[in-house]
């Protein structure tokens, strides 16, 4: 009995430095640097210098990403709307948690998250290590008080080792469960696609002539006019600026926002039903689109920018009336199918990142 108090004490003692919520040099991960071999079609990736990749800390990070004990009565895990098997989406309108609680808004795919600047539609965290500590204890996700989940974890000796390789002591704070699960959302990089090699890779093979015309479509201001958020640069493509719009997604039958978007977290007016642009790497693997979950398909995403959206006082400049002809839709959905890229093979229990040799 008095070990087991001992015992009790130790992981009490460990869960209560959840409180603080502050990183320090001892929850930098240790070992060799890992170097990943990043896609055709993708920048160099960002690393932060307090939380550098290693083979231990994303061991870590992939086994936290798939346990459902982070969650209130073990009912969810990240991975639960984030599925590998669905691009790293669940294939909802909305996300379900715990129980079946519905969220309110569509599970973006964490594939090439690592580049985002910020995260969640309307971009409330600055870094994949913010945001992989919110879900936890959302009660609309996985529901379960961050206190909890550390104790719940350290209890674990399989954890315990698995800490102990990757920081050099046995015992997990958030800071290190949030700087563990960001590793491994970095190795999940989508690229070398059949786009790539025809854009970057000389491959003038890669595409279809419906392809072709598709990104010509893509690319002209006066007809698809995607490329304004969906930019592609000249060495790689992200297909995002990275910047909110309000595209008159979500507007009520009275001309009301549904979901007031970026505006919760900055206040300010103009923000009103603005959303963070998505990748369109990997898209037509993701339905259904906007951050709503309403648009089933990618035919009816592009009917519905063709229409200019829902008129309501924030809409986005951007959103001109465009004119698509029948065979430019169909081009521009063979188009982005062809955006469709070489995933990583990570699951629960096997899958290694792709490294420099």
């Not at 930098?28 to 083979?55: A, E, F, R, Y």
């Not at 974890?153 to 050099?168: H, Q, T």
């Amino acid at each position: 009995m008095a070990r087991f108090r001992i015992r009790l004490g130790i992981l009490l003692a460990a869960a209560l430095l959840v409180v603080s919520g502050c990183r320090s040099h001892e929850d930098v991960p240790l070992g060799k640097h890992l170097k990943l071999s990043i896609p055709l079609g993708l920048p160099p990736l960002p690393i932060p210098k307090d939380n550098p990749l290693t083979t231990d800390s994303i061991a870590l990070g992939r086994k936290l990403f798939f346990d459902r004990r982070l969650s209130r009565e073990n009912g969810v895990s990240c991975a639960s709307c984030h599925d590998p098997a669905k691009a790293f989406t669940d294939g909802r309108a909305v996300s379900a948690g715990v129980g079946g609680t519905l969220g309110v808004r569509n599970a973006p795919t964490v594939l090439n998250a690592a580049y985002l600047k910020t995260l969640f539609w309307d971009g409330r965290a600055s870094s994949l290590e913010d945001q992989s500590g919110s879900p936890m204890q959302n009660s609309l996700e996985m529901d379960q008080n961050h206190m909890l989940t550390v104790f719940r974890v350290n209890a674990d000796p399989e954890y315990r080792i698995l800490a102990s390789k990757a920081f050099g002591s046995s015992s997990l704070d958030l800071a290190r469960v949030e700087n563990a699960i960001a590793s491994f959302e970095r190795t999940l990089l989508s690229g070398d696609s059949a786009f790539d090699r025809y854009q970057y890779g000389g491959d003038k093979s890669a595409l279809t002539a419906s392809q072709i015309r598709g990104l010509a479509v893509f690319k002209d201001p006066a007809r698809g006019n995607c490329v304004t958020c969906h930019s592609i640069s000249d060495r790689s493509a992200l297909f995002t600026d990275q910047k909110f719009h309000n595209l008159g997604v979500g507007v009520a039958d009275d001309g009301s926002l549904t979901d007031t978007g970026r505006f919760q977290v900055t206040g300010n007016p103009a923000d009103r039903g603005a959303f963070r642009t998505p990748s369109l790497r990997d898209v037509a693997l993701t339905a259904p689109y906007m951050h709503d979950g309403s648009e089933k398909t990618l035919k009816q995403v592009i009917d519905f920018y063709a229409g200019k959206g829902n008129s309501n006082p924030n809409l986005d400049p951007e959103m001109l009336k465009i004119h698509l002809s029948s065979q430019d839709r169909s081009d521009l959905v063979d188009f982005l199918k062809a955006l469709n890229g070489n995933q990583p093979g990570q699951t629960a229990g096997s899958g290694s990142p792709r490294q420099e040799p």
